[in-house]
């Protein structure tokens, strides 16, 4: 997916001091760009019969939204706290830069529903992980956690390994 990597720009010390960000958004705004990743993203999991599409804010809705309406799923959004307006579940977690956490509505899910856990990217795998903890805790069958891009150097697929992972696009 190297037609992926060139749009995605580095961004030195974002959001802290040490941090390398890589930014999605030029590769967002290129239509032909963003729309093969969306069917990269289809061909992943058009034989899965995926019930939802759970994709963690805010990165993750663009690609999710996109992509459930592509497999004729639904979508659950996974967001910070005290944004959902209904009863939640959370999970806490760490990151490569401190630590955070993630909610989902408590009725999001039904027992046994085929869900894609969907990111924008990979990095250590603690935000990734909490996703998948909430599905499970919920009834959910994860089938896959699917990533725009991984950093395969932090390693982050370690903490799913009791899940399939993909990635359209690989730092090593």
Excluded: W
Excluded at 6 to 22: A, S, T
Excluded at 28 to 55: M, Y
Excluded at 63 to 73: D, K, P, S, V
Aim: no cysteine; aromatic share 6%; net charge neutral.
């Amino acid at each position: 997916m190297t037609q992926f990597a060139r749009l995605i720009r580095d961004v030195p010390d974002f959001p802290r001091k040490g941090i390398l960000f890589k930014d999605i958004t030029p590769m967002l705004r290129d239509q032909t760009a963003f729309s093969s990743s969306i069917r990269a993203l289809e061909e992943l999991h058009a034989q899965d019969r995926v019930d939802a599409i759970a994709a963690v804010e805010s990165r993750g809705f663009i690609f999710g939204g996109a992509l459930a309406l592509r497999l004729g799923a639904g979508f659950i959004p996974i967001r910070k706290p005290g944004k959902l307006p209904h009863d939640t579940l959370s999970e806490s977690y760490a990151l490569e830069y401190g630590s955070d956490t993630i909610e989902i509505h408590a009725d999001a899910v039904r027992r046994g529903d085929r869900v894609v856990l969907l990111d924008d990217l990979l990095a250590t795998g603690g935000t990734a992980r909490a996703g998948v903890n909430l599905l499970r805790k919920l009834g959910a069958e994860v089938v896959a956690a699917t990533f725009v891009v991984e950093l395969d150097f932090l390693k982050g697929r370690r903490r799913l390994e009791d899940v399939p992972v993909n990635a359209l696009i690989h730092y090593p």
